[in-house]
């Protein structure tokens, strides 16, 4: 996600050069992202806090037994390693982040040990994806995005981060997590979030941008077209999936196979269908007030995104100011079918906070069936769990 700062850094450059309008041109782009929107608090009564786990990304639910995985940083770190927003001081980074659980019925949190990962590099925690094996649901696979430094006396600034998809696994109720492969390929390239397989060997990611470094990047804001899916496979290699979308971040698989796609500048859901190739098509494109982050869907088939205005804000610089955030629910609406123009979803605020309940949050996951909402994000304070 850019950060609206450089972003208004570069409108302004672009202004100089041709003289546009701020009220015809640019305005209407920044209302997606929180500019002059009123904030109307929902939902956030009834929460409380973990901060033993702050700026955790991504959060996974494991329906079954209630426990949430969550992979986490440290805020320090994302101030100065988040290649996604162009943050590329790798001498900031932590390369230490951790996949941790938590258990809503005993409070308990466990930080997952790691074994048999000997790369020097590290872990830099991104996306996650956590998904049982076919034949045995009690071992999960764990698929990561990492964003590791680059090699050799290679400058991060220059070339940015040399990302790859770890895969590991781990035992419902485990304390370990056991490397099983790394993945890397020239179309991985800003990898973002993952969606696994339940044999541990392939995965769909999102690249949040076209390139890992330069202004061209920035474009992206003004409705460039850079980013993409990918598919890998460990045994046949990696394809794009599909390529010349806009603005992708999360991504999450239905119970029905439908997977979607979050864009982060316009808003909205992209709806895309697997082909027998591993190829995706575009299905329905659902359109939202305000640019969406990470994606879940429940166990009742509902989509869920989080928003959080830390780009109008000076959260991501300094994450103790509070920033709003806000939690859509993209309802499926099963009495039509899925060729219509995005009207086959109903589209809800189900969660708002001005930043002192719930602060820069960038992932929420929704249990259905213990009406628990949970919420965090890439720099957040703490982990925000709510009665709905
Ligand atoms: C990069 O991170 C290091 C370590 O935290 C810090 O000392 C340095 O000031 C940072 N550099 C920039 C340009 O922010
Ligand atoms: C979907 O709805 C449209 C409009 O009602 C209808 O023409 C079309 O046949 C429907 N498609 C399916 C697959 O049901
Ligand atoms: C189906 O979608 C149409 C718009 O395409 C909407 O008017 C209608 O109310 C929906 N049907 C149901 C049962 O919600
Ligand atoms: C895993 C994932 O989807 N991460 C995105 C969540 O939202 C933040 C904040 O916008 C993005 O920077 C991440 O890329």
């Known amino acids: 996600m850019p950060t609206l700062h450089s972003t208004l850094n570069f409108l302004a450059l672009l202004f100089a050069i041709f003289g546009t309008t701020w009220e015809l041109v640019v305005k209407p782009r920044l209302v997606p992202l929180g500019y002059g929107r009123v904030l109307a608090p929902v939902n956030n009564q009834n929460c409380k806090h973990v901060p033993e786990l702050a700026a955790c990304e991504k959060i996974v639910l494991h329906q079954p037994s209630g426990v949430i995985y969550l992979a986490c940083s440290t805020q320090s770190s994302r101030v100065h390693w988040t290649p996604a927003v162009s943050r590329l001081n790798a001498s900031g980074a932590s390369f230490d982040d951790y996949v941790a659980t938590y258990d809503p019925k005993t409070s308990r949190i466990t930080r997952l040990k790691i074994e048999k990962f000997t790369s020097p590099r590290g872990l830099s925690l991104h996306g ?3 998904i049982p094996s076919s034949s045995d649901p009690s071992e999960l696979f764990v698929y990561l ?3 590791r430094p680059p090699l050799g006396d290679l400058e991060a600034r220059e070339v940015g981060a040399d990302s790859a998809i770890e895969i590991f696994k781990t035992r419902l109720g485990g304390t370990t997590l056991t490397h099983m492969r ?3 390929d020239p179309i991985i390239i800003t990898p973002n979030d993952v969606i696994g397989s339940c044999d541990g060997k392939s995965f769909y990611f999102t690249n949040d941008h076209g390139e890992k470094v330069g202004l061209l990047r920035e474009l992206d804001t003004l409705g460039r077209a850079s980013t993409s899916v990918g598919y890998c496979h460990t045994e ?3 394809h794009y999936a599909i390529q010349h979308m806009h603005a992708n971040n ?3 698989r239905a119970p029905n196979g439908l997977i979607y796609v979050a864009n982060c500048v316009r808003g909205g859901l992209y709806v895309l269908e697997p082909q027998h190739d591993d190829m995706l098509v575009l299905r329905d494109y659902v359109s939202t007030d305000r640019s969406l982050d990470n994606l879940s869907v429940d166990s009742k088939g509902n989509v869920w995104a989080a928003d ?3 780009m109008i804000s000076k959260h991501f610089s300094d994450p103790s100011i509070p920033t709003p955030s806000s939690a859509l629910r993209f309802t499926v609406n099963r009495d ?6 995005g009207k086959n979803y109903l589209v809800e605020k189900l969660f708002e906070d001005d930043g002192g309940v719930a602060s820069g949050i960038t992932s929420v996951v929704y249990d259905a069936e213990r ?6 994000g890439l720099a957040s304070p703490s982990l925000t769990i709510c009665k709905l």
Do not use: P, R
Request: net charge negative; proline share 0%.
């Open 182 to 184: 790394t993945v890397e």
């Open 371 to 376: 009406n628990t909402l949970y919420l965090n």
């Open 145 to 147: 995005v990492n964003h």
């Open 128 to 130: 996650m994806d956590i």
């Open 308 to 310: 959080t205005l830390h």
């Open 336 to 341: 039509n079918n899925t060729t219509t123009n």
């Open 236 to 238: 046949h290699g990696c």
């Open 250 to 252: 999360g991504i999450a």
